[in-house]
Antibody, heavy 123, light 107 residues
Framework: QVQLVESGGGVVQPGRSLRLSCAAS????????MHWVRQSPGRGLEWVAV????????YYADSVKGRFTISRDNSKKTVYLRMNSLRAEDTAVYYC????????????????WGQGTLVTVSS | DIQMTQSPSSLSASVGDRVTINCRAS??????LNWYQQKPGKAPELLIY???SLQGGVPSRFGGGGSGTDFTLTINNLQPEDFATYYC?????????FGQGTRLQSK
């Protein structure tokens, strides 16, 4: 069965960096675009970034553009989110999610979610 | 970015009721509208995609409708396990946005 397991969350000071990882199993990882979505009490669900199946295309939310970088290693079936210059407002549970279609395109909706990893930005 | 507005923000209902949740997009999104259910401490789950298509395994009491800018999620014969928070999400743009959520509570 499809599994997405996030790791790398924790408490970090403002201005510092953190890298999240998401290990995938149970499907042909290299065929699917992957997204990160975050959720904080004050801001609900917020889409963060997407990467195409082959890593050639990336899109970012305006709130993280220039600070966060999404990447993937298809040989390791893992997607990453590098977060730099972290701010208090980046505090959230970060979910790794799978795009629904197996092709070179994005459907931009999500059929499988990880359990989430909590990032807390605080001094 | 396309703004998504849900109404109401919260809703109280009883088992067996029919409830409707609304979602409005700030510009036309055709049928690129999806609905998720989230229970406390859990990740969201896809219920409806492309405005009205039921995701596999989702009970038929859930239904979606609308196109353009106005959409609805309807739950018929509300069951105890349906009390949760519901989110709409547009997939028309590569810059994906969600509604703020509707919390469905037991009356």
């Amino acid at each position: 069965q499809v599994q997405l397991v996030e790791s790398g969350g924790g408490v970090v000071q403002p201005g510092r960096s953190l890298r999240l990882s998401c290990a995938a199993s149970g499907f042909s990882f290299s065929n699917y675009a992957m997204h990160w979505v975050r959720q904080s009490p004050g801001r609900g669900l917020e889409w963060v970034a997407v990467i195409s199946y082959d890593g050639s295309i990336e899109y970012y939310a305006d709130s993280v553009k220039g600070r966060f970088t999404i990447s993937r290693d298809n040989s390791k079936k893992t997607v990453y989110l590098r977060m730099n210059s972290l701010r208090a407002e980046d505090t959230a549970v970060y979910y790794c999610v799978r795009d629904t279609i197996s092709s070179g395109f994005f459907s931009n909706y999500f059929d499988f979610w990880g359990q989430g990893t909590l990032v807390t930005v605080s001094s | 970015d396309i703004q998504m507005t849900q109404s109401p923000s919260s809703l109280s209902a009883s088992v067996g009721d029919r409830v409707t949740i609304n979602c409005r997009a700030s510009q036309t999104i055709s049928s690129h509208l999806n609905w998720y259910q989230q229970k406390p401490g859990k990740a969201p789950e896809l219920l409806i995609y492309a405005a009205s298509s039921l995701q596999g395994g989702v009970p038929s009491r859930f239904g979606g409708g609308g196109s353009g800018t106005d959409f609805t999620l309807t739950i018929n014969n509300l069951q105890p396990e349906d009390f949760a928070t519901y989110y709409c999400q547009q997939s028309s743009s590569n810059f994906i946005t969600f509604g703020q959520g509707t919390r469905l509570q037991s009356k």
